[in-house]
């Protein structure tokens, strides 16, 4: 039986899908490297340096590492200039029935975010404060698809893995929960993933119930 829910944040709890596209375009455009939406899709559930990788593949020039982490820095600055938009009326639907429906239940929730900016998400979408634990960028070694953020989040829960959920809609956070040894309601953009032991297309398209019975 479930005992614990742990979400991803971007794409599952808020959507600032956009936001991180627009901050790596900006990015792009101002080093003259082709970047492209299908680009930015492999970006999906990955860390800040690992997604500036895959966007200086098309690089014409090499960069040294402290390059690689001033870019780094300066996408990850255009992405909080394009944070102070988002709102409570960014969180997705479905989400804040779930949360509740979840309380009443009596299951420990929590947080499991590769972003380094998950607090500052947290609270200006009005989230912060509603879970029993949160593990982020901030607090990890290795980035998703290592199992590593997911393991810490079970920890802070005092939960033990096998009966924890995680609610991931990258490829990559599928990836490393099930490595976690935990079950995976797979949502958005991985809901195609068969691995995962129940698939929606959002959290308004699953009950509690259904959540706690995989």
């Not at 992405?79 to 009326?89: D, F, G, N, S, V």
Request: proline share 5%; net charge neutral; charged share 25%.
């Amino acid at each position: 039986m479930i005992q614990g829910v742990i979400f991803d944040l971007d794409g599952v709890l808020v959507s600032t899908d956009e936001f991180h596209y627009l901050g790596w375009q900006r990015l792009a455009d101002s080093e003259g490297i082709y970047f492209d939406r299908r680009i930015n899709e492999r970006l999906r559930g990955v860390s800040r340096m690992e997604s500036l990788a895959i966007l200086l593949e098309r690089a014409t020039k090499t960069y040294s590492p402290p390059e690689k982490e001033a870019m780094a820095a300066r996408k990850n600055a255009y992405y909080r200039e394009l944070l102070q938009q988002i709102t409570p009326r960014d969180v997705l639907p479905g989400v804040l029935p779930v949360l509740e429906g979840l309380k009443v239940a009596g299951i420990k929730t929590a947080i499991a975010s590769s972003s380094r900016n998950c607090p500052l998400i947290l609270e200006r979408t009005g989230l912060a404060g509603r879970f029993d634990a949160v593990a982020d960028g901030n607090h990890i070694t290795n980035s998703k698809p290592d199992p590593e953020i997911f393991l810490l989040a079970a920890r802070r829960l005092g939960l033990p893995a096998q009966v924890c959920l995680v609610v991931e809609d990258a490829e990559a956070g599928v990836t490393g929960a099930l490595a976690a040894g935990m079950k995976v309601l797979a949502v958005g953009f991985a809901a195609a993933d068969a691995r995962a032991q129940l698939r929606a297309k959002g959290l308004g398209d699953v009950s509690v119930p259904q959540m706690l019975a995989v």
